[in-house]
């Protein structure tokens, strides 16, 4: 850690797992997590997903579109994934990365033991665990996400929803309802969730077949 803090103000490229890179400046690392400046974007990467670090050659940093002097950071002092994203379930709109190609935007709502709860105003109500964010991108406060005036979060009159303090009795908690695993993904499963038994959770589809869809392998739930 001590060999990489060396390149805080240098231009890098980050190999994630699942073979998808992105390049900026390094602003800051933490205990386990980094923040990746790439033009007007901060992108707070936990390590765990990162596969490979190198610095840019002058050639590739000259070929970078270059930007304004560096500002502070917008999420937490202190950096750790966690602290994160409890500064940003204060009310700031997000981009997280979680399935692939497809980033999911909005808002994440509670900050749980190994999951967060995110309102997408796509997808609704979302459960995703924290070993499968590969960044959050936090917008800026003066912006208008699709255009609205107002922050697009859950309707103030809608039906309070209760979250567990993990996955595990979060899951116990939505047996019987309809959810869909890893949405927009090839992966991509819905139906009725009968149980969970062991690493499997059991789901019912449209034509009530039964399928087991390993937990560990499950980067969010859409529930409603």
């Known amino acids: 850690m001590k060999l990489i803090r060396t390149y805080v103000g240098e231009f890098i490229r980050l190999e994630l797992i699942g073979k998808k890179e992105v390049s900026g400046e390094l602003v800051d690392l933490g205990s386990d997590v980094l923040v990746l400046r790439k033009q007007d974007d901060f992108y707070y990467i936990p390590l765990f997903h990162i596969r490979e670090i190198r610095l840019l050659s002058k050639e590739e940093t000259d ?12 999420l937490a002092n202190k950096l750790s994934l966690i602290k994160v994203l409890r500064a940003a379930e204060k009310g700031i709109f997000v981009e997280l990365n979680v399935i692939a190609h497809q980033p999911v935007h909005g808002h994440i709502t509670h900050v749980m033991d190994d999951y967060i709860a995110f309102f997408s105003p796509v997808y609704q109500t979302m459960i995703i665990p924290l070993q499968h964010i590969k960044w959050i ?3 800026p406060a003066s912006s208008h996400p699709y255009g609205f005036s107002q922050s697009i979060r859950p309707e103030s009159n809608a039906p309070v929803k209760l979250f567990a303090r993990t996955l595990d009795k979060q899951i116990e908690s939505m047996q019987g309802t309809f959810i869909t695993c890893n949405i927009g993904d090839k992966e991509s499963v819905s139906g009725k969730l009968m149980h969970k038994e062991t690493q499997f959770l059991n789901l019912l589809t449209v034509k009530e077949q039964g399928i087991h869809v390993n937990v560990d392998h499950i980067k ?5």
């Open 63 to 74: 070929s970078i579109t270059k930007f304004d002097a560096i500002t502070a950071p917008p």
């Open 137 to 139: 991108i936090p917008y």
């Open 220 to 224: 969010a739930i859409v529930y409603r």
